[in-house]
């Protein structure tokens, strides 16, 4: 009977160790960054979507200055890019939402300093694109969120002159644009994020007095009420850069100062406290990059490098406390497009 009574106490002790080696290995997977198999193609100021837990790389700016149609599609559990049928227009700094399993491509530019407003729809399903409804404000370097179904275009310019504070929302049922409520900050190559049905418009540059300046401003937009109140500045001043959200977090990642050099540097906000907290630089330090989340991990795409180069290079960030017990915003992308996508 003794010899019974000690072999359940080694068992539970075996158990314990078991959970607590389990626990640490956890703890120690979380907050790091790993580099991930290369795009295709080189190139920077793309914009990226998740459907059904894939990521699709579209547009952008190839070397030479040259504006691509291209897009490739992510698998993050195989590790590789596979080609798809190419966009219609060939644009750089546009911005990507994604509605009920399809991929809205939003306004960029055709060329340096031009922006449009053409609308182009992508059905993974399908490999087919076909035309939307077009912005009523041509633009480039905008960001674009997804609140219950509706779009929201925010921000950008036209690459010369003053920035832009507009806002547009795209009702797909009734397949209009409506103008709201401007956003308190004008600028361009700014990133946007939901959580929790609000929308959170951060950094970017702007024009004051003919000098362009990057910002740290964050803008919080509630669609329900068509409102925007200031919330926390970022730490880092920066535009171009790209922010995915996990766990309820937002995380600002890469970019550049305003003809500067790119930043490896990653900055998380929490939305509940507004608060920022400085996060482990990635690997490789960029610009114009795009960012999207999968099943609570980050994968960050493209951009140019520190020599202002398009480059290949993904990288996977593992956010602290993963894997989530609240299944992040990402696994609802397909369905619902509440997350935002942005060069």
Known sequence: MRRYYILILILILVLVLGCLLMVSTISLAGDK??????????????STSVVNGKIYAIGGWLAGDIPTDIIEEYDPVKDKCTKKTNMPTA??????????????????????????????????????????????????????CVVDGKIYAIGGGNGVGPSFSTVEEYDLVKDEWIKKADMPTARDGLSASVVN??????????????????????????????????????????????????????????????????????EEYDPTTDKWTKKPDMLNARAFPSTSEVNGKIYVIGGSSAANVPITTVEEYTPEGWPFAVPPEGRLASKWGEIKSKP
Do not use: H
């Open 33 to 46: 960054w790993v580099e991930k198999a290369d795009m295709m193609t080189a190139r920077d100021s793309l």
């Open 197 to 266: 049905g609000k929308i959170y418009a951060i950094g970017g540059k702007s024009e004051v007095a003919l000098q362009w300046n990057s910002l740290s401003a964050v803008e919080e937009y509630d669609p329900a009420k068509d409102k925007w109140t200031k919330k926390a500045s970022m730490p880092t001043a920066r535009c171009d850069f790209s922010t995915s959200v996990a766990n309820g977090k937002i995380y600002a990642i890469g970019g550049a100062s305003v003809f500067g050099t790119a930043f490896s540097a990653v």
């Open 91 to 144: 644009r750089w700094c546009l911005a990507t939402s994604v509605v009920n399993g399809k991929i809205y491509a939003i306004g960029g530019g055709p060329s340096g300093a031009v922006g449009i407003s053409t609308v182009e729809i992508y059905d993974p399903l399908t490999d087919k694109w076909t035309k939307g409804t077009n912005m009523p404000t041509a633009r480039v370097g905008l960001s674009a």
